[in-house]
Each structure stands twice: as structure tokens, then as C-alpha cells.
């Protein structure tokens, strides 16, 4: 076999691991990179196996693309990455489920590898040691290799538990860990309107990978569940291909897919104390493996954007309460002036319908309770009328949903105007422990 | 109604065509777009309206998403943009199928309608005069709004016939175009191994949205597709989220999903000699009216990637033929150095396996021929089993799918190591006739 004498040839050195690209200088070759290096000295001996010329020139650096950034996030720390991060572009969200027979120290073998892998990605190196480019001929590579020649790509991976990690719903405590679930984990309540599908629902644990380049994204949930084969297997996965939300006031606000801005009343990474108080669990909240975590609702929601595309402008304002081009309030301002839901249009009425989507989902309304929402748009193909199978991959993150997001969305599902355009078809809430140490994995706390 | 008055209150002026955002300086407030502007005229009145205070301050420029380009490549043109254009990063493709009772005037009149649109969109302006920041309030919007704020993203919209579109397969002749059809337009044989589903296959017409930023294709792809309302419906559609081939020697090569560079050996445009052989077709050809045309095929071709992640690296390299660090011919050299085909290992085998990949989709095995590669990566979720839904949307420009892409894929179908990680689901050929003329639309000669 050729390949195995290719394999023989390759000096031991060679098989080191491989960094992630960078522009180092090496031997005075100004803009090749370590990776384009290792790749010259396979291509060198090649070419002495097979009597071609040796010494082949590299005339070209191996550089990202273009659309992707070179923006890293620690992975350690005392929060997970990935929630007051500022919102990168792209999406790729995953559920798992643990397989038969994984038990506890099962699972934390799953969550210490996840940890290695993850702490790798998200610095822009590939899943495991034995890269593409380095690993021994006779073994899988443990890095699939499509990101390695992509800059880290702001990818953060962030990890929660769901209910059902904590007990099964025919009762089994499969990981010993009932009594610790948390009490802000709640099984969510059927809204009115739920229609919701069992297959893209629920989960016991989650990964939600955010980075500016899709494939980077995509690259580490792939990694995640080929080093979960056997343990955990994707139960459902979302791809999101435009942040929906800002969170942070350095980011432009953007727009869904009903075509208005959205999230211009989001938290703010940068307000620390609605942050603390709306977002990080607390130990005094009842768990204290929970303190620095956050807990995660995730709800599918599908627009049928072709009946709202015939709607009118000024319906659709009013729906939403805010214009359209500019996203000001329709009691006036601009995008961010407060809304001001008692100020009164001409014909007596208040100049923001009552039953608007500001207005109910407004922390006025809501007893001051508030969402970081971290959502994205999707688009799924088409349906067989041709109806593009679209809408919004809404992720939000807060201290309790019992207080935040369910009161919320009994509101939204009661009375918003938009209900009509909307059908929240999946739907998941999951623990998201705090950030891991360096040398710990991400949920210890729940084992010790 | 509030958004009676409101529009009631919105001077002539406003209703006036919305152009895309761009950093004029109006009125000698710098940085103040003029959405902006429009904008704060609308807010001053809705303040008026109801008794807030006017003047309001608009202290940011609205700005576009970080990630998007402010690339244009022009519509009109001997061509259609978006074959030879430089691979944009994100695909949205959609195939329609006409309506029941669409005529030939009809179809006129659509295609029309379609090339408007397209013309101002891919040059970053609302599909319609009325966008959501200057429409009549009565009225809905003639733009959906959700690029509103988006540069334009080096968009380019492709238009393609299908075969059903000059006759059914019942035989009608619905547009009294059948005795034009192309003789290069074949319906495409079945290739060994082909597991095609009908529902994602074929359809009377296509268009290609690419687009550096996916919300800039969506965009595109889902205002066309209101366009068409009762005229034609999207009969399947697909996103991509990477892309799998360059089309110019100034791009970088990127990787598909089994972690490879792809599309090294692809045709670039650079090379005018190769395109006008292998990518244009000619008045010579037999159907006139597709001189500066070309014939697009399309195949989704589902990866197994979960088992291809199992298979060792030297197995790998040698389906494809080329290492995969690199992505250097397995005969030698480095990335774009040409693979010798005779070149022996030391077990006096070649190198190169003759049925790798590389060997089989190259011009030498294939008499010379050669496609325009311009495929994406896609992950449509996951399966029953946890698997990704996930592989290369393959799309090729050529001259003559007799000559080119039919004869190259049964060499492939019958033989390629690949096939076992490979399955082709859905498929699609069409007919893509050259650029229009402004004044004039897409596809005018086939009517003439």
C-alpha cells in the first residue's frame, strides 16, 4: 500500500501535534505557516518516494478565509463563554441524549473530553492531539480537519444539562444526581399555541456553538459528537445563519425575518448589575453547584413569513409596535427611546396597541423581569406548498425561568398580536453550570 | 387606528423610493445615513403625534453587520454574474416550479419582474420601490426588510430553465418554447448508485443567491419567491453555509466535510482560454439564444461523514488521492502541483490509487473535460440516529453536460473509493441562458 509507505516516511517529529495556522516565521520563510511547514516536509518526502524533484516550492501562505475573524475567547473562567459574549453571526445549536448504559463515571468521562476538545476549539486548535496533518497514518485522525485553515472565528461552546439528565421521564436516576437538580430547572408548561414536536424537543444535555464562520461552528459540534460516539448522540441540532439579538452595545441591532430590528432592548453585557441580577444563577437560588451559571430556553419558532409578507406595513407596525425602518417606538423617539405606552395617537387610542409585542414583552409589563436573548434566524428548506421553512432559533438566557422566561411567554402566548405569524414548534430548557477551571470540566460541581 | 394617523401624518417625501443605507452626509450631520435620516423624520412626527418632545437625537449611523462585504458585481452583462464570479462564502439556492395556468405571457412577465428585482438587489437596494421605511402604510412592503440594513454582500441572483420548463414530462408545452430547448439540456441518465429523491430534484426554473453574508441570500431567494406569488413556487430549496470551491487563483482553497481542500484542480477565471472551452456555450452549439450561456447541474450528495470520521487518515488520503493536511497530489509536490498518475510507491504501486477520487474527476482520465465547481457544504440537522443531515451541495457550470459533467460522473458513479461515504439525494440540470441587457431581461432570447 502506498499510503502505508507514505506513513512510513513520515519522521516521528511530524507527528506532534499540530497547532492551529499561524503566521509564524519559520527558517527566515516569511508568511508560511507552521501547518504550510509540516505540509512541505510531507510533500518533500513524497516526492523522494516517488523520484519527483525535491525542494518543491511553496509560493503561497495557508490564510483563513476571508468572511471568518481571528477573535478568541477565553474558554476557562468563572462563566461559561457563549452568554454575555457579544453575539457572533452564526449558529450551530445541538441536543443530545445520553446512550443506554452510560452511567455516572460514564458521564463524566463525556464531560472531561468535552472539556479538553472545547477548550481546544475555541483557541482555534483542532478537537484532539493527532490533527489531520500530524496523526499516525493507521489511526482516525481526532479532528474531521475542515476548520484547519480557518482562524478561531469568535467560537464559543457552551454547555447545559436538561431536565431529563437529572431523571428520566419513567423516574430513573441514571447518573445519581436527582436531588441535586436545581429547582429553577423546570420542566417548561404547555403555552397556548404550543405546537410543539416531540423529535426536536427536550434533551439531556445541550452544546450551543456560536462563532462568525459557520463551518467553524459546525466543525465543533461534529467534533462534540464524534467524541461522544457511544456516550451521547444528537437528538436534535440548529443551524442559525444571522444572530437575531445584540449584546452588546458596541453591536448593531439586527433583524428577524418579519424584516424589524430585533433586541433593541436586550440586556447589555455591559450592565453589569441587570447582568448579575437577571442572567448569573446565585448560590443562595437553591443550588450552589449552580452560582456563576445561567439557565437556557430555547424555542424553535416558526414564522410563516409568506402571509406576513402580504400583510400591511402599517398592520405589521402595529403588531410589532415599533416602525419598521427605523425601530423607534411608535410612541415616537428613536430605537432606543423608551416606549411609552400610555402616550395616545389622534383617535384617542394609545399610540402602541396594548397587545403589541413591545409592549407584552416590555419588563413593565413583566413585573421587571427581563431576558438576554442570544437568538438566530433559520431557514430550513420549504415546505410542499413552498413556503420557505423559516423563522426564529430564539435562545435566551436568565437566573430563573420561573420568574423570567415562563411569565413571559404566558403573556406573549395570551395575547401578542403576533401570535398569529408565529408557531413554536421545539423547545428546550437546560442547566448551564458556571465556567470550568483549568485542570476541572464544565459541570463538576454537579458530581462532587 | 394609531397606524392610520401615523401614515396619515408621513409626508409625500417619505414615500419616495428607499435606497440602500449609505454614509451620506445630510444636512451636515455626519455619519447620518440616509435610512437614518428618513428615519428621524418619521420618529419627530410620531413624537408630534403624540406630545413627546421633538427634535429627537439620533446619535449612531445605522451600520451594517461586521461579518458582510460591501462587494457588488454587476447584473447586466454579456453573462449572468454568479458563475465565474470569485465563490461568495454562502449559498441559498431555490428551484420553482411554474404555477397551474401560467402562460407564456405569463412567464414574460415574470422573468421581468424577477430581473428588476434582482437588479437592484444585488446592487444592495430593496427588491421593490416601497421598502418598509418609505411604503405606503395601506400597502405592504415591496421589500421584506431583513437586509434592509445589510451591505450588499457581493450578492449575485443566477437564473437557470429547467427541461420541464420547455415540456413536461407528460409532454405539454406550456410557453411554446419546446422546439427551442437546447440539445445540450439532457434530461441526466441515472448513474449507478444514485438515490435520488424526487421531491428535492428538478424544477422548471432555478436561481442561485450567493452572497458573502446568508441573510443578504435569504433575503434575495425569499423576495423573488413573493414575487412569484401564483406565478411559480419554490419546489425545493437549499442553504450552504461553506464554500467547497474557488473560481480564482486570488482565493484560498477551503475544505469540504470530509475535511479535504476541494476544487485545487477547479477551473479559475483567470484562465479565459479554459472558460470560453469549458464554461460558455456558443452560438455554434445549436440553440442561439444560449450564446454566454451555461448549464448548471446541481447534486446534493449526503456525506456519511460519522462513518468516513471512523476510517483511518492513510485510508482516507487514499480515496482522495491527495494528503490531507495539505492537499498535495499523493504522487508528490505541494497543494496545485500536478499529480502524476504513473508515479510508483515503494510496493510498487502508484502512488496515486487509480480509483481515487483524484484520479477519476480529472481532466486526463475524462478526455480533457473539466466543470466550474461552485459548491457549498451544507448540515440540514440530523437524522433519527443522531447523524448529521450533512454533505456538498455540487453545483458545475459547462458548456455541454453531454460532453462534461454526464461522462465524468459515471467514471465517478462506477468507480470512485469515495462512493462508499457518498450518496447523491437530489439532483437538478438547467439551462442558463447569458446576461441581459438593461431595458431588456433574463432569458429575452428564448422568446424572440
Not at 410 to 436: I, K, T
Request: proline share 6%; hydrophobic share 35%.
Amino acid at each position: 500500500m502506498s499510503t502505508k509507505n507514505h506513513d512510513a516516511e513520515r519522521p516521528e517529529t511530524e507527528r506532534q501535534e499540530t497547532e492551529h495556522p499561524e503566521t509564524d516565521q519559520v527558517g527566515g520563510r516569511s508568511g508560511l505557516s507552521r501547518r504550510g511547514m509540516l505540509g512541505l516536509a510531507g510533500a518533500t518526502i513524497g516526492a523522494g518516494v516517488v523520484g519527483l524533484g525535491a525542494g518543491v516550492a511553496v509560493d503561497r501562505a495557508v490564510v483563513g478565509a476571508t468572511s471568518s475573524s481571528g477573535t478568541t475567547y477565553p474558554f476557562y473562567g468563572p462563566h461559561q463563554a457563549g452568554i454575555t459574549t457579544p453575539a457572533q453571526d452564526r449558529l450551530h445549536f445541538a441536543a443530545f441524549d445520553a446512550s443506554p448504559g452510560l452511567d455516572r463515571d460514564g458521564l463524566i468521562e463525556l464531560l472531561r473530553d468535552w472539556t479538553v476538545a472545547a477548550a481546544r476549539m475555541t483557541q482555534g486548535r483542532p478537537a484532539g492531539k493527532y490533527g489531520p496533518a500530524s496523526g499516525p497514518m493507521d489511526a482516525p485522525p481526532d479532528d474531521t480537519g475542515e476548520a484547519l485553515d480557518l482562524p478561531p472565528g469568535g467560537l464559543t461552546l457552551t454547555f447545559g444539562f436538561g431536565p431529563t439528565l437529572f431523571r428520566t421521564a419513567s423516574g430513573d436516576d441514571r447518573f445519581g444526581i436527582a436531588s441535586r437538580r436545581p429547582a429553577a430547572l423546570v420542566d417548561l408548561p404547555r403555552f397556548p399555541g404550543d405546537a410543539l414536536l416531540e423529535p426536536i424537543s427536550g434533551g439531556d444535555l445541550c452544546v450551543q456553538a456560536c462563532s462568525d464562520d459557520p463551518q467553524v461552528a459546525v466543525h465543533a459540534i461534529r467534533n462534540l459528537s464524534r467524541i461522544a460516539f457511544g456516550r451521547a448522540a444528537i437528538r436534535w441540532s440548529q443551524l442559525g445563519f444571522g444572530r437575531t439579538s445584540s449584546t452588546s452595545r458596541a453591536q448593531v441591532t439586527p433583524r428577524n425575518l418579519f424584516g424589524f430590528k430585533d433586541g433593541t432592548a436586550n440586556i447589555k453585557s455591559e450592565d453589569q448589575t441587570v447582568v448579575d441580577d437577571q442572567v448569573w444563577a446565585s448560590g443562595s437560588d437553591g443550588a450552589g453547584w449552580m452560582a456563576g451559571g445561567s439557565y437556557l430556553v430555547a424555542r424553535k419558532i416558526r414564522m410563516v413569513i409568506e402571509t406576513w409578507d402580504r400583510q400591511q406595513l402599517g398592520e405589521q407596525e402595529r403588531i410589532i409596535g415599533r416602525d419598521k425602518g427605523e425601530g423607534a417606538p411608535l410612541s415616537g423617539g428613536s430605537e432606543f427611546s423608551d416606549p411609552n405606552f400610555l402616550a395616545l395617537a389622534k383617535d384617542g387610542g394609545t399610540a402602541i396597541d396594548p397587545d403589541s409585542h413591545v409592549r407584552l414583552a416590555h419588563p413593565t409589563t413583566n413585573g421587571g423581569a427581563q431576558l438576554l436573548r442570544r437568538g438566530y434566524n433559520f431557514v430550513d428548506g420549504n415546505d410542499e406548498l413552498g413556503r420557505l421553512n423559516a423563522g426564529l432559533f430564539f435562545i435566551a438566557f436568565q437566573r430563573d425561568p420561573r420568574t423570567q422566561f415562563i411569565p413571559i411567554q404566558q403573556r406573549l402566548a395570551q395575547n401578542d398580536l403576533m401570535n398569529e405569524y408565529v408557531r413554536h414548534v421545539g423547545s428546550g430548557v437546560f442547566a448551564v453550570p458556571p465556567g470550568a477551571h483549568e485542570g476541572s470540566y464544565v459541570g463538576a460541581g454537579l458530581f462532587a
